[in-house]
């Protein structure tokens, strides 16, 4: 089994992943104090903001600038964006293992779909791991998840999943073998067995009927 690392999520976009200078006033947002994230500007002030940061502000007071102004939302000026896209950043996983510097506009796309030490779940057992550890474990070590229908007692994979059919087929199964058993009460008889035959008839022709198709 691979060593397991610490998994570690720095989502926030803090100063201190940029490498190199950055003009602190112009490419920070003065809510978060963090790298601005999908920027808004106030049309009034000029200053800007993450969208994330300026949409839970004005849920707080509604039209009201963090300036004291009142906020009408614009497009960020082509200045702001320029700078932002000369920034170059570490991704959230460095702790995991990721080394390399992303351009500001590459950094979402990376770090959701790229980076191989992004946090993932295996789709066989639902644990979750470093994408570079996936195939690894899928080869090695993964036990799908078995469930056990509490109903008719049958296991079955949590990704394959227990059909409603089976489920009847197995319930029905379950009391003809009692039925037949010695020494005990035939429950065929039982409105409930009834009741599951009929279901049972039913949603079989119901298969053979889909199946023609
Ligand atoms: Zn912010
Ligand atoms: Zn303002
Ligand atoms: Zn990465
Ligand atoms: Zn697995
Ligand atoms: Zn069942």
Redesign the pocket.
């Known amino acids: 089994m691979a060593i397991r690392k610490t998994i570690v999520r720095t989502e926030s976009l803090s100063t201190d992943r940029v490498h190199g200078y950055f003009d602190d006033d112009i490419v920070t947002c003065p809510i978060c104090t963090n790298i601005l994230s999908k920027p808004v500007t106030c049309k009034t002030c000029e200053n800007s903001f993450c969208l994330k940061c300026i949409r839970l502000w004005l849920n707080e007071k509604p039209n009201s600038c963090p300036f004291n102004c009142h906020f009408q939302e614009r497009k960020p000026p082509p200045i702001l964006i320029k700078l932002l896209s000369k920034l170059k950043l570490n991704c959230q996983y460095n702790l995991n293992g990721c080394t390399i510097l992303i351009p500001y506009e590459a950094l979402e796309k990376h770090e959701l779909h790229e980076c191989l030490f992004r946090l993932t779940q295996?789709s066989?057992?639902s644990?979750e791991m470093l994408y570079n550890e996936l195939e690894d474990?899928?080869n090695n070590d993964?036990?799908?998840k078995q469930l056990t229908c509490l109903i008719c007692d049958t296991m079955y994979y949590q990704k394959e999943g227990h059909e409603y059919i089976d489920c009847l087929q197995k319930q029905v199964q379950i009391m003809d073998a009692a039925s037949r058993s010695p020494g005990k009460k035939p429950p065929s008889q039982h409105p409930f067995v009834k009741r599951l035959r009929l279901l049972h008839a039913r949603e079989q022709t119901n298969e053979n009927y889909a199946q023609r198709i």
């Open positions: 295996c066989n057992c644990k474990h899928q993964c036990l799908p």
